[in-house]
């Protein structure tokens, strides 16, 4: 099997819904592996999802969400939703993060 690596980010917009694709080229025969993923901020209300991936550079704020409980594959709920936040429960704690936060985390169903 060939090595990935992640080559380009993409957001698309399909019925309203905003989903980041990330498209992979395989190094030895130029094959793509394309993946698709919702984040945080358009995830519904009350719904409970796990957390696929934390889409950040810096390391101090991925210790800080890991500190909280917010890793890869740990289930995550929007309570509610403010016009620049949301608010998410993560184990038995209560946050308000920031929109950019949001579209950061990718979330699955």
């Known amino acids: 099997m060939p090595k ?3 080559n380009r ?3 698309l917009t399909i019925s309203g819904k905003a989903y980041i694709i ?3 080229l395989a190094e030895a025969n130029r094959s793509i592996r394309v993946e698709v993923g919702m984040n945080l901020r358009d995830a ?3 719904k409970e999802y796990i957390i696929e991936q934390i889409n ?3 390391e101090e704020l991925d210790a800080f969400l890991f ?3 917010c890793y890869s594959g740990e289930p995550i709920t929007v309570v509610s939703r403010l016009k620049k936040s949301c608010v998410v429960a993560i184990k038995d704690g209560r946050y308000n ?3 950019d936060l949001a579209q950061a985390i990718t979330v699955k169903e």
Request: aromatic fraction near 14%.
């Open 4 to 6: 990935f690596r992640k």
């Open 9 to 11: 980010k993409i957001c």
């Open 22 to 24: 990330y498209m992979w």
């Open 44 to 46: 519904q209300e009350g």
């Open 56 to 58: 950040t550079d810096d």
């Open 67 to 69: 500190s909280l409980g």
């Open 97 to 99: 993060i920031d929109k």
